[in-house]
């Protein structure tokens, strides 16, 4: 015999819940009912000596929540919490709003997520849930819950043991995401994805607070700097460009933030780097292809003119291929500029405007680049600005470098390494020749 229970001393906080949610529109129409003075079936309770855990009637709950009742019309009988959960999850297959496919899975996925109940057989499970045997096997064996091995009778007699974990599972798999409702599937990705971008966007955050002072920082360093007389002949820089994307929310997954610190063109460009310039002096700048433009600022913020440039063709393990959106990225460019007369290199020993190298992890400059400026200014001050390592013959200015390996030296490039990067590049695919294409 039902009885009135009051609404504050109902727990729906055990795990009781089967149901992948709520529905909102029978919760509302239970609740206008209600208010018009209706009377629903009570509700299904456990109670265990001190709490009273509701196992059937959840929208009900809810409904009398929102018309304002403090008391409920309930079933009660003696138990735990855990008996009331195993009531919960075969509670409404043949009353009430019909369960959703979601509603039968959060179902099985409590049961086989116990250490107890997820020892009982398919069937046993099946008939608590009232659910097909197949939807337990097949969900059992996508969480895993499933005996590694079992033995059994030879034709000659003796005791074998098969190995099954993997029996079935490829295919379960497959049914279990065939079985779920794509928009619930894309949610699911999307939230992981954005949930992902959120955690990037948190730390490039982080790190462009922490940029703010060492900018000012490194920009007094530099002020020292020439203030203690400091002044060289040849300055090195790769700057932490900041490569804007189509959108800062969405677009930044393979940014260069996620790696390091970036740093708008026209505060590269307010540098004092002129204060540490010689009046004849050699400057030599990394820029990537998309942020040419930005480089022709920062060269001119810092009181160098544009002289020429050279590239670096980046030599990839097999096959790999470097990012980009219109063209993939096999080159860097290192521009040249100079202030005051500076001299040019000696007829017979320039390097071409191509020189081939490795490449190393996220944004390392090929080792390669010290030897050609070593061979142009042998006896010149150098300094690096945004080091990644400390070379012998460098001053740095930037994040802290270590001291660099010795490297092989590989050299002024010769034109037989040039003959084998145009053979490498006959071995990429034939575009198709459209209407209108050069033959």
């Not at 009570?42 to 709490?51: A, E, H, I, Q, Y």
């Not at 260069?256 to 063109?265: L, M, V």
């Not at 490795?358 to 050609?372: A, F, I, N, W």
Request: hydrophobic share 40%.
């Amino acid at each position: 015999m039902s009885k009135g229970i009051s609404l504050s001393r109902v727990r729906r906080d055990g795990g009781t819940q089967p149901r992948a949610g709520l529905d909102e529109p029978t919760v509302e129409s239970y609740a206008e009912a209600l208010r018009d003075g209706a009377r629903l079936p009570p509700v299904g309770l456990v109670f265990d000596g001190t709490d009273y855990w509701l196992w059937d009637g959840f929208h009900r709950a809810a409904a009398h929540e929102r018309a304002g009742l403090s008391r409920i019309d309930a079933d009660v009988i003696a138990g735990t919490r855990r008996d009331a959960v195993l009531l919960a999850v075969g509670a409404n297959a043949a009353h009430g709003l019909p369960r959703t496919h979601d509603d039968k899975r959060r179902a099985l996925l409590i049961l086989l997520g116990d250490a107890e109940w997820s020892a009982w057989s398919d069937r046993e499970i099946a008939a608590r849930a009232h659910v097909s045997h197949t939807f337990v096997a097949k969900l059992r064996g996508v969480t895993g819950n499933v005996a590694s091995e079992r033995t059994y009778a030879t034709k000659h007699g003796t005791v074998a043991t098969m190995d099954t974990a993997a029996i079935g599972k490829r295919a379960a798999d497959y049914a279990t995401i065939r079985s779920v409702d794509p928009l619930a599937l894309y949610r699911a990705f999307k939230e992981d994805k954005d949930a992902r971008q959120i955690a990037k966007k948190a730390r490039r955050e982080e790190r462009e607070v922490a940029l703010g002072d060492r900018i000012a920082a490194g920009n007094a360093e530099l002020v020292a700097m020439a203030q203690a007389g400091k002044r060289y002949g040849v300055i090195l820089a790769d700057p932490e460009w900041r490569f804007e994307p189509w959108s800062r929310e969405s677009g930044m997954d393979r940014a260069a933030d996620n790696h390091y610190p970036t740093t708008p063109a026209d505060v590269i460009a307010s540098r004092p780097v002129c204060d540490i310039a010689a009046d004849d002096c050699a400057l030599f700048l990394w820029a990537t292809r998309p942020m040419l433009r930005e480089a022709f600022t920062v060269i001119d913020g810092w009181g160098f003119t544009y002289r020429s440039c050279t590239v670096w063709g980046k030599r990839r393990s097999g096959e790999a291929r470097g990012p980009g959106y219109v063209f993939t990225d096999e080159s860097e460019v290192l521009m040249y500029a100079t202030r005051g007369n500076v001299p040019a290199p000696a007829p017979g020993t320039q390097w071409p405007s191509l020189f081939i190298a490795p490449v190393g992890r996220h944004s390392q400059k090929p080792d390669r680049v010290y030897e050609l400026i070593e061979s142009y200014f042998p006896t010149l001050p150098k300094i690096e600005l945004n080091a990644r390592v400390r070379r012998p013959g460098f001053d740095v200015w930037g994040a802290e470098a270590p001291d660099a390996e010795p490297a092989e030296l590989m050299g002024r490039p010769k034109p037989a390494e040039l003959d084998a990067w145009r053979d490498v590049a006959t071995d990429l695919p034939v575009l198709p020749r459209g209407k209108g294409r050069a033959s």
